[in-house]
């Protein structure tokens, strides 16, 4: 410890001596010698509140206590709050060191910035979108600002592996050593972050183009303590004439209300509606009993001053305080840990949940989650998929696999990111005010971070974007931006990357039953289950965004959904495991421990014995009436690639929750059916993509100016995976 | 053309050349057709010494040679006693703007100030100094205080926009010299330069209200084209080269603002208001014509810049028209150019040529087979290749200009705004971004 700590500048040690910590730990004092170097990238892994950020800043703030002109860290974070959180943990150490910290972000004090334009020194703390508003408005000062750049930190790293704004980070940070003359001679880059998966994987992540290499350090297992609980509540099926029977969500919010009084707590409800509803309902029950309301909802559609309140409410940690709320409250914000952590649906993967599950236990305490899963009650006419409890197993499933095997999803690298990579071209020429084409894709493609892109990829883009107005070619050769491309560039919306999903009207005869996201794969003719009920596609209007449904026929629709992209395979098999041993108990040892409430696990024995009754282990295709069932227990691409393949067949089907619905059909139709299709080669996953409406693939930001072939493309490689469900096809099927 | 050439001449122009850039001076031996435009131009500089003002577009295409073209009116300028200020334009300095980038582009224009006698620039000194010199004389002459002489002969500027202040500097100049205070001079050159970014440095140093700044940039120009008239010079004429960066400005509003600008400026200059003073403004095609981004976007400017109609049709250029189009160098043009090239390189001798006129041939066919027509529509790395090959002819004369022409490798001209990427040799062989290179929307 002693040799570390010396090398560490002496204002540091003095301040590590005031804190008064007894010793550096672990990965803080393995950080010291890699970052001091200078010459590497470092990837530090550990669980939150391992004292991550210190480990970076012991060093890196050494590193740079000498240097007076320009900017010595760049420190980059997902959220303005972190930032704000940040710059206050960061107060005292750069009051030792007399060392500048400056948050720079949308919300950030005038004073400050010009404070540090004036005069560029010590720690810049800022989001991507500031960031990419400097190199865009103001290069020359980046250029000189940044030229003594010695460190680029990432918090929260794992927020932006394999997402848009990921990359978007990735590509400044390649602009932003090509500004400074850089490239040659890198600029260290350091990330910090939580949960991650296939670790190996994460350094290219990191730096794509390699010309640094990188040292890893994880923290050693954290030896917490976590209490899990899952719970089940019967969803009645007719409660009306019925006093003595409530509802689940009913049951739930009591539960809820007798659970969480008095101390702090997160419940996440995966939907805006769900929270909503939820939060009013628990603020009645206190109103009713005449107790102080502790209960308030947390989603992006809310008000910001409601959200920041609420976020107060739970850093002063005075008041006992229970957020209802939605991703929006995953990422490491400050907020203090909360005594524990309830979901009430399913998740919907598996490092969302460790995140979730990483916000309870406070100090000495053990970090607990409950889950409060609700099934619907069965009857003869209930669907199959209630009838296995599918939403209770995935969530057992999810929880195995976080605590046995310490699993969570891998970032999906391969995505070519279209939309963001389009943003980039507009971006850079912006900025430099013409390019060249070679050097836009030597500089975003070669030395950047979009890998996957070939060089016809970019020139079919180049090419539509100059149809549409977006860049120009001057007679020198030069690309400049065009007349929509300056429209885009100059609002002050260009800067981010990401939007809010687009939601689709449902409208059913002539009302509008409400709105559903586009991320859901949808084709005329399939079924949807909308508000409890099932309604068959008769048409999708591309340019008014809306979907006309009837009311159809076709048993009780599933309560459970789960329709979308984001379950993993794993996940899947491993409840494909849980249904087969009839056993989810975890071991400890020699114990089985059951974390299970009577409830659920009646509802659990009832899942696993229809599994038993219908065969499912050796039928993957089950028939129950009219209609069939596949059961491939493989993930979402898979899924959705068989949905498809059917219903270019000329089938009639749809997916809920993994498990596919195929009308009016026989085992042997179905089998046959793939079986052949298996024989010639499969569509790839661009032919897939094809066949949905073009208003389907728009996702991301910029997806609108994409050529309709790139864009189908990139969404066939999101959404399907053709020589996996091949495999499975040959191994299950045949 | 039996003259000899200066060595001075021969290095400045060989050295330019070699480089790419423009040479300053001894540009009249490489002059190469352009006869009309250039008789164009003289005449409207005979205007301006004569109390007119001129406003002129130079449009060509990247590489047809504007720069070089503007450099031979501004040598011609000098020549009939005009002090001339010339600056090109770039993402950092533009007509107008709101922080620091037009007086940036003042400060530019007024570091590049020329005379005859100083061609090379810097010549804001010796100007100012002139002045003081005159009216010290007038003020001998009369037995009066300098003072007051030079309040008097700047008179006329103060009725015009910051004028007032304009004066007080020429006289704290005088003042500096009086007392020897080499520091108040200096000063107040500062302050000619627009280089003083506060108001309240520049009241400190010089007990001034105001500075030269974004805001007064023309009033500016005006002030200094009746300043130079009054320290013994014919006029002001101001170059302002590589206008397309306000094409490529992102910022509707930032370009909005500069064509209203242009605007004025060429309102004020064509209706008679501004006197001895001559704008010249080189850009491409593009700025000029592209209706949502060039100059034409701007309605007020497409009117006044229209094609003559009657000469279109009639199938003739007319030069008197504010836009002048300059056609890309001919082929033909480009062999006579060699041939200056090869006569200057000689120093004017004759018996002293390196290569015979086959040779020229010759490079020309081999330039033309590399890279094709850019051969002679853009001519500045041809020019480079030729001057390359001469040089090494000239240090080793053993060798034959047979063996050096098939082995001439000839760049092709690629600008951009965008710095180049550099990256280690060893990676550079992987990368494939130069299939590329031709890419055309």
Same mark, same amino acid.
């Given at each position: 410890?002693?040799?570390?700590?010396?090398?560490?500048?002496?204002?540091?040690?003095?301040?590590?001596?005031?804190?008064?910590?007894?010793? !550096?730990?672990?990965?803080?004092?393995?950080?010291?010698?890699?970052?001091?170097?200078?010459?590497?990238?470092?990837?530090?892994?550990?669980?939150?509140?391992?004292?991550?950020?210190?480990?970076?800043?012991?060093?890196?703030?050494?590193?740079?206590?000498?240097?007076?002109?320009?900017?010595?860290?760049?420190?980059?974070?997902?959220?303005?709050?972190?930032?704000?959180?940040?710059?206050?943990?960061?107060?005292?150490?750069?009051?030792?060191?007399?060392?500048?910290?400056?948050?720079?972000?949308?919300?950030?004090?005038?004073?400050?910035?010009?404070?540090?334009?004036?005069?560029?020194?010590?720690?810049?703390?800022?989001?991507?979108?500031?960031?990419?508003?400097?190199?865009?408005?103001?290069?020359?000062?980046?250029?000189?600002?940044?030229?003594?750049?010695?460190?680029?930190?990432?918090?929260?790293?794992?927020?932006?592996?394999?997402?848009?704004?990921?990359?978007?980070?990735?590509?400044?940070?390649?602009?932003?050593?090509?500004?400074?003359?850089?490239?040659?001679?890198?600029?260290?880059?350091?990330?910090?972050?939580?949960? !991650?998966?296939?670790?190996?994987?994460?350094?290219?992540?990191?730096?794509?183009?390699?010309?640094?290499?990188?040292?890893?350090?994880?923290?050693?297992?954290?030896?917490?303590?976590?209490?899990?609980?899952?719970?089940?509540?019967?969803?009645?099926?007719?409660?009306?004439?019925?006093?003595?029977?409530?509802?689940?969500?009913?049951?739930?919010?009591?539960?809820?209300?007798?659970?969480?009084?008095?101390?702090?707590?997160?419940?996440?409800?995966?939907?805006?509606?769900?929270?909503?509803?939820?939060?009013?309902?628990?603020?009645?029950?206190?109103?009713?009993?005449?107790?102080?309301?502790?209960?308030?909802?947390?989603?992006?559609?809310?008000?910001?001053?409601?959200?920041?309140?609420?976020?107060?409410?739970?850093?002063?940690?005075?008041?006992?305080?229970?957020?209802?709320?939605?991703?929006?409250?995953?990422?490491?914000?400050?907020?203090?840990?909360?005594?524990?952590?309830?979901?009430?649906?399913?998740?919907?993967?598996?490092?969302?949940?460790?995140?979730?599950?990483?916000?309870?236990?406070?100090?000495?305490?053990?970090?607990?989650?409950?889950?409060?899963?609700?099934?619907?009650?069965?009857?003869?006419?209930?669907?199959?998929?209630?009838?296995?409890?599918?939403?209770?197993?995935?969530?057992?499933?999810?929880?195995?696999?976080?605590?046995?095997?310490?699993?969570?999803?891998?970032?999906?690298?391969?995505?070519?990111?279209?939309?963001?990579?389009?943003?980039?071209?507009?971006?850079?020429?912006?900025?430099?005010?013409?390019?060249?084409?070679?050097?836009?894709?030597?500089?975003?493609?070669?030395?950047?971070?979009?890998?996957?892109?070939?060089?016809?990829?970019?020139?079919?883009?180049?090419?539509?974007?100059?149809?549409?107005?977006?860049?120009?070619?001057?007679?020198?050769?030069?690309?400049?931006?065009?007349?929509?491309?300056?429209?885009?560039?100059?609002?002050?919306?260009?800067?981010?990357?990401?939007?809010?999903?687009?939601?689709?009207?449902?409208?059913?005869?002539?009302?509008?039953?409400?709105?559903?996201?586009?991320?859901?794969?949808?084709?005329?003719?399939?079924?949807?289950?909308?508000?409890?009920?099932?309604?068959?596609? &008769?048409?999708?209007?591309?340019?008014?965004?809306?979907?006309?449904? &009837?009311?159809?026929?076709?048993?009780?629709?599933?309560?459970?959904?789960?329709?979308?992209?984001?379950?993993?395979?794993?996940?899947?098999?491993?409840?494909?495991?849980?249904?087969? &041993?009839?056993?989810?108990?975890?071991?400890?040892?020699?114990?089985?421990?059951?974390?299970?409430?009577?409830?659920?696990?009646?509802?659990?024995?009832?899942?696993? @014995?229809?599994?038993?009754?219908?065969?499912?282990?050796?039928?993957?295709?089950?028939?129950?009436?009219?209609?069939?069932?596949?059961?491939?227990?493989?993930?979402?691409?898979?899924?959705?690639?068989?949905?498809?393949?059917?219903?270019?067949?000329?089938?009639?089907?749809?997916?809920?929750?993994?498990?596919?619905?195929?009308?009016?059909?026989?085992?042997?139709?179905?089998?046959?059916?793939?079986?052949?299709?298996?024989?010639?080669?499969?569509?790839?996953?661009?032919?897939?993509?094809?066949?949905?409406?073009?208003?389907?693939?728009?996702?991301?930001?910029?997806?609108?100016?994409?050529?309709?072939?790139?864009?189908?493309?990139?969404?066939?490689?999101?959404?399907?995976?053709?020589?996996?469900?091949?495999?499975?096809?040959?191994?299950?099927?045949? | 053309?039996?003259?000899?050439?200066?060595?001075?001449?021969?290095?400045?122009?060989?050295?330019?050349?070699?480089?790419?850039?423009?040479?300053?001076?001894?540009?009249?031996?490489?002059?190469?057709?352009?006869?009309?435009?250039?008789?164009?131009?003289?005449?409207?500089?005979?205007?301006?010494?004569?109390?007119?003002?001129?406003?002129?577009?130079?449009?060509?295409?990247?590489?047809?040679?504007?720069?070089?073209?503007?450099?031979?009116?501004?040598?011609?300028?000098?020549?009939?006693?005009?002090?001339?200020?010339?600056?090109? !334009?770039?993402?950092?300095?533009?007509?107008?703007?709101?922080?620091?980038?037009?007086?940036?582009?003042?400060?530019?224009?007024?570091?590049?100030?020329?005379?005859?006698?100083?061609?090379?620039?810097?010549?804001?000194?010796?100007?100012?100094?002139?002045?003081?010199?005159?009216?010290?004389?007038?003020?001998?002459?009369?037995?009066?205080?300098?003072?007051?002489?030079?309040?008097?002969?700047?008179?006329?500027?103060?009725?015009?926009?910051?004028?007032?202040?304009?004066?007080?500097?020429?006289?704290?100049?005088?003042?500096?010299?009086?007392?020897?205070?080499?520091?108040?001079?200096?000063?107040?050159?500062?302050?000619?330069?627009?280089?003083?970014?506060?108001?309240?440095?520049?009241?400190?140093?010089?007990?001034?209200?105001?500075?030269?700044?974004?805001?007064?940039?023309?009033?500016?120009?005006?002030?200094?084209?009746?300043?130079?008239?009054?320290?013994?010079?014919?006029?002001?004429?101001?170059?302002?080269?590589?206008?397309?960066?306000?094409?490529?400005?992102?910022?509707?509003?930032?370009?909005?603002?500069?064509?209203?600008?242009?605007?004025?400026?060429?309102?004020?200059?064509?209706?008679?208001?501004?006197?001895?003073?001559?704008?010249?403004?080189?850009?491409?095609?593009?700025?000029?014509?592209?209706?949502?981004?060039?100059? @034409?976007?701007?309605?007020?400017?497409?009117?006044?810049?229209?094609?003559?109609?009657?000469?279109?049709?009639?199938?003739?250029?007319?030069?008197?028209?504010?836009?002048?189009?300059?056609?890309?160098?001919?082929?033909?043009?480009?062999?006579?150019?060699?041939?200056?090239?090869?006569?200057?390189?000689?120093?004017?001798?004759?018996?002293?040529?390196?290569?015979?006129?086959?040779?020229?041939?010759?490079?020309?066919?081999?330039?033309?087979?590399?890279?094709?027509?850019?051969?002679?529509?853009?001519?500045?790395?041809?020019?480079?290749?030729?001057?390359?090959?001469?040089?090494?002819?000239?240090?080793?004369?053993?060798?034959?200009?047979?063996?050096?022409?098939?082995?001439?490798?000839?760049?092709?001209?690629?600008?951009?705004?965008?710095?180049?990427?550099?990256?280690?040799?060893?990676?550079?062989?992987?990368?494939?971004?130069?299939?590329?290179?031709?890419?055309?929307?």
């Amino acid at each position: 410890m002693i040799e570390e700590y010396q090398r560490l500048d002496k204002r540091v040690q003095k301040w590590l001596f005031n804190q008064g910590w007894p010793d !550096l730990r672990e990965i803080q004092k393995r950080a010291i010698a890699p970052i001091l170097s200078g010459d590497r990238d470092v990837l530090i892994s550990a669980s939150t509140a391992a004292g991550k950020t210190e480990a970076f800043f012991l060093p890196a703030c050494s590193a740079i206590a000498e240097e007076e002109n320009g900017f010595g860290i760049l420190y980059v974070s997902p959220l303005k709050a972190l930032i704000n959180d940040q710059y206050r943990r960061l107060e005292s150490l750069s009051e030792m060191l007399d060392m500048q910290v400056t948050p720079w972000h949308g919300d950030s004090l005038q004073s400050k910035k010009k404070k540090a334009r004036n005069n560029p020194s010590g720690i810049l703390l800022i989001t991507p979108e500031s960031l990419e508003s400097l190199l865009v408005r103001e290069p020359g000062w980046v250029k000189q600002s940044f030229t003594s750049l010695k460190y680029i930190v990432i918090d929260e790293f794992h927020a932006f592996i394999g997402t848009e704004r990921g990359q978007q980070l990735l590509s400044l940070l390649t602009r932003l050593e090509h500004i400074t003359g850089r490239i040659s001679n890198p600029i260290p880059r350091v990330a910090l972050s939580a949960t !991650l998966g296939e670790l190996e994987k994460v350094p290219l992540s990191l730096r794509p183009n390699k010309s640094l290499p990188c040292e890893t350090i994880t923290g050693s297992q954290h030896q917490s303590t976590i209490k899990v609980q899952v719970k089940g509540y019967l969803e009645p099926i007719d409660i009306t004439g019925d006093e003595k029977r409530t509802s689940a969500e009913q049951q739930i919010c009591q539960e809820i209300f007798s659970l969480c009084r008095g101390d702090s707590h997160l419940v996440f409800a995966n939907s805006r509606s769900r929270t909503e509803s939820i939060a009013a309902q628990l603020s009645d029950l206190c109103e009713q009993q005449v107790v102080p309301n502790e209960f308030f909802p947390h989603h992006g559609s809310l008000a910001k001053e409601l959200r920041e309140d609420l976020e107060a409410r739970l850093q002063k940690e005075t008041l006992p305080t229970t957020a209802i709320c939605t991703m929006t409250l995953e990422l490491g914000i400050d907020i203090g840990k909360v005594s524990s952590v309830i979901q009430v649906t399913a998740p919907h993967s598996v490092s969302s949940l460790r995140q979730r599950l990483g916000r309870s236990g406070r100090r000495n305490l053990p970090s607990i989650l409950r889950m409060l899963i609700a099934e619907n009650e069965l009857s003869d006419k209930s669907n199959i998929v209630d009838g296995l409890r599918l939403e209770l197993v995935q969530s057992l499933a999810m929880i195995r696999l976080l605590i046995v095997n310490n699993w969570f999803e891998p970032a999906d690298t391969e995505q070519m990111h279209l939309s963001t990579f389009l943003h980039q071209i507009l971006s850079v020429i912006a900025q430099w005010g013409s390019a060249r084409a070679d050097q836009l894709y030597s500089l975003l493609c070669e030395q950047g971070s979009f890998k996957e892109i070939s060089i016809q990829h970019f020139k079919q883009l180049l090419s539509h974007m100059g149809k549409v107005q977006l860049i120009q070619q001057l007679n020198s050769g030069e690309l400049v931006l065009g007349i929509e491309g300056e429209r885009l560039t100059n609002s002050y919306t260009f800067y981010a990357v990401f939007k809010t999903p687009e939601e689709f009207r449902i409208v059913a005869g002539s009302k509008t039953l409400g709105t559903l996201p586009v991320d859901s794969l949808i084709l005329k003719d399939q079924h949807i289950i909308f508000g409890g009920r099932r309604w068959k596609v &008769t048409n999708i209007d591309d340019e008014k965004k809306v979907i006309y449904v &009837t009311s159809t026929k076709g048993g009780k629709p599933p309560k459970f959904n789960g329709s979308g992209m984001s379950i993993h395979d794993k996940v899947r098999q491993e409840m494909l495991s849980i249904y087969r &041993t009839g056993d989810y108990r975890i071991e400890v040892g020699n114990q089985k421990i059951d974390f299970v409430d009577n409830l659920g696990r009646q509802l659990f024995q009832e899942g696993a @014995y229809l599994f038993e009754e219908a065969n499912l282990e050796k039928q993957p295709v089950y028939q129950s009436g009219k209609h069939s069932y596949i059961f491939s227990w493989m993930g979402d691409k898979v899924v959705n690639t068989l949905t498809v393949l059917l219903i270019r067949s000329g089938f009639v089907c749809s997916n809920f929750a993994g498990v596919i619905e195929v009308q009016n059909s026989n085992v042997d139709d179905i089998k046959n059916c793939l079986i052949a299709i298996t024989k010639d080669d499969l569509p790839d996953e661009t032919e897939l993509a094809g066949t949905l409406s073009l208003q389907q693939k728009l996702i991301e930001k910029y997806d609108e100016y994409l050529p309709e072939d790139l864009l189908t493309e990139c969404y066939g490689q999101k959404a399907f995976n053709s020589s996996a469900t091949k495999q499975w096809i040959i191994a299950c099927l045949v | 053309m039996e003259k000899r050439i200066r060595l001075k001449e021969r290095d400045a122009i060989i050295q330019s050349l070699k480089s790419g850039v423009t040479p300053k001076i001894g540009i009249q031996h490489i002059q190469v057709g352009r006869s009309n435009e250039v008789k164009a131009l003289y005449n409207d500089i005979e205007r301006i010494s004569q109390g007119g003002a001129a406003f002129r577009l130079i449009i060509g295409d990247y590489g047809s040679g504007k720069t070089f073209f503007l450099s031979v009116v501004r040598s011609i300028a000098l020549e009939k006693k005009l002090v001339t200020v010339n600056a090109d !334009l770039s993402p950092d300095r533009r007509i107008h703007a709101s922080s620091g980038q037009a007086r940036k582009l003042y400060s530019e224009l007024m570091r590049n100030m020329s005379t005859r006698n100083k061609p090379n620039g810097n010549a804001l000194s010796s100007v100012v100094e002139r002045f003081v010199t005159q009216a010290r004389k007038e003020a001998d002459e009369k037995n009066g205080d300098v003072s007051t002489v030079i309040h008097q002969k700047l008179a006329s500027l103060s009725e015009l926009v910051g004028g007032y202040d304009f004066a007080k500097v020429i006289d704290a100049y005088w003042n500096g010299h009086e007392q020897d205070n080499e520091e108040l001079k200096s000063n107040a050159i500062r302050w000619l330069r627009a280089e003083y970014t506060t108001k309240t440095d520049a009241r400190r140093d010089l007990d001034v209200r105001t500075i030269i700044s974004d805001n007064s940039f023309y009033d500016a120009l005006k002030l200094m084209s009746l300043f130079v008239r009054q320290a013994g010079y014919e006029g002001l004429l101001v170059n302002l080269d590589e206008m397309v960066h306000l094409y490529k400005l992102s910022s509707t509003q930032a370009r909005t603002s500069n064509y209203e600008q242009i605007l004025r400026i060429l309102n004020d200059c064509l209706q008679g208001s501004a006197e001895y003073l001559g704008f010249l403004l080189g850009g491409t095609p593009e700025f000029l014509l592209d209706p949502r981004r060039g100059l @034409y976007s701007y309605e007020a400017l497409q009117s006044r810049l229209a094609e003559n109609s009657f000469a279109q049709r009639a199938g003739v250029i007319d030069y008197s028209s504010p836009a002048l189009h300059l056609a890309s160098l001919t082929p033909e043009e480009l062999y006579i150019l060699l041939k200056n090239l090869r006569h200057v390189s000689a120093e004017g001798d004759t018996s002293k040529y390196l290569v015979p006129d086959d040779a020229l041939k010759s490079f020309l066919h081999h330039c033309s087979q590399t890279i094709g027509d850019a051969y002679f529509r853009t001519p500045r790395n041809t020019i480079k290749a030729f001057l390359d090959m001469l040089a090494v002819l000239e240090q080793n004369p053993s060798m034959q200009w047979s063996q050096l022409v098939q082995s001439i490798a000839i760049e092709d001209d690629r600008p951009s705004d965008t710095d180049e990427i550099m990256v280690d040799e060893e990676t550079g062989e992987i990368l494939n971004s130069d299939r590329l290179a031709d890419f055309k929307l």
